[in-house]
């Protein structure tokens, strides 16, 4: 299993996002700062998830004006450590 800390970007409030990848899942999925209780049930939804399911569903999500979001933010992490 393969623990991933990724620092997000500055254009988003999580500031760190940690997670688990194991046979191309992801597990473990916690962000730090944020909105908690959306957060929390996206790190419910996705737990065990195929991370090219997560990739094509969340990638390029943004959040109102800003550029991007936590849950793009989390699929940039996953493409960086992809096995």
Not at 14 to 29: C, G, H, Q
């Amino acid at each position: 299993m393969k623990h991933v800390e990724y620092q997000t970007e500055k254009l988003i409030c999580s500031r760190k996002i940690t997670f688990d990848l194991e046979n191309n899942k992801i597990y473990n999925i916690k962000f730090e700062g944020g909105c908690p209780g959306n957060l929390l049930a996206i790190s419910k939804l996705l737990e065990g998830q195929d991370i090219d399911y997560v990739i094509s569903k969340l990638k390029g999500n943004k959040c109102g004006n800003k550029p991007s979001s936590c849950t793009d933010q989390l699929v940039k992490a996953i493409e960086q450590n992809k096995e």
